[in-house]
T-cell receptor
Framework: DAGVIQSPRHEVTEMGQEVTLRCKLISGHNSLFWYRQTMMRGLELLIYFNNNVPIDDSGMPEDRFSAKMPNASFSTLKIQPSEPRDSAVYFC??????????FGSGTRLTVV | SQELEQSPQSLIVQEGKNLTINCTSSKTLYGLYWYKQKYGEGLIFLMMLQKGGEEKSHEKITAKLDEKKQQSSLHITASQPSHAGIYLCGADPPSGNTGKLIFGQGTTLQVKP
């Protein structure tokens, strides 16, 4: 199994641009989590899905952020418009019934 | 809401020395996870503890969960440069297995050769 796959690994974009981060879950996992990591705030949960359904999006910073799971194995996190304060490493993780969390390698986002 | 506090925040040890990292919860833990992260990379799962008093070991790393299930420790014996990184504890919220992990701030470990 290739594990949780995130793309791109690095993204540099200008303020105001739309950014889309992608995540492919481990086959058979039914929960998907998006986290954001910064030096100041550590690792924060943004949103998570169970069986493709968003369960808790209370961690999503504001309306500029949106996440989707168009199918059981894929998710996107979109920021529109992006701002410099969105610069962080974004991780997705998947699990099966809340156990065995596996993290992707992350996307390092820099908004200039 | 539940919070996880890790100590120390950072640690520098000489190669070969033992060290301990602590993770304290404001509420009873229903599942405690330890992860290791290298800078710029993802989190690597180390161990999971669920029962009070539980202890698990993998190679030179031992993790324990106290009887009250509010504190966990991660102990590294005879540290090596390969142990360097950020160690994070994560926990299921008090409501149990919701699939949502809460993380501590992390402990940065440097091992001097």
């Amino acid at each position: 199994d290739a594990g949780v796959i995130q793309s791109p690994r690095h993204e540099v974009t200008e303020m105001g641009q739309e950014v889309t981060l992608r995540c492919k879950l481990i086959s058979g996992h039914n929960s998907l989590f998006w986290y954001r990591q910064t030096m100041m705030r550590g690792l924060e949960l943004l949103i998570y899905f169970n069986n493709n359904v968003p369960i808790d999006d209370s961690g999503m910073p504001e309306d500029r952020f949106s996440a989707k799971m168009p199918n059981a194995s894929f998710s996107t996190l979109k920021i529109q418009p992006s701002e410099p304060r969105d610069s962080a490493v974004y991780f997705c993780a998947s699990s099966f019934r809340g156990r065995g969390y596996t993290f992707g390698s992350g996307t390092r986002l820099t908004v200039v | 809401s539940q919070e996880l506090e890790q100590s120390p925040q950072s640690l520098i040890v000489q190669e070969g020395k033992n060290l301990t990292i602590n993770c304290t919860s404001s509420k009873t833990l229903y599942g405690l996870y330890w992860y290791k992260q290298k800078y710029g990379e993802g989190l690597i799962f180390l161990m999971m503890l669920q029962k009070g008093g539980e202890e698990k070991s993998h190679e030179k790393i031992t993790a324990k969960l106290d009887e009250k299930k509010q504190q966990s420790s991660l102990h590294i014996t005879a540290s090596q440069p390969s142990h360097a990184g950020i160690y994070l504890c994560g926990a299921d919220p008090p409501s149990g297995n919701t699939g949502k992990l809460i993380f501590g701030q992390g402990t940065t470990l440097q091992v001097k050769p």
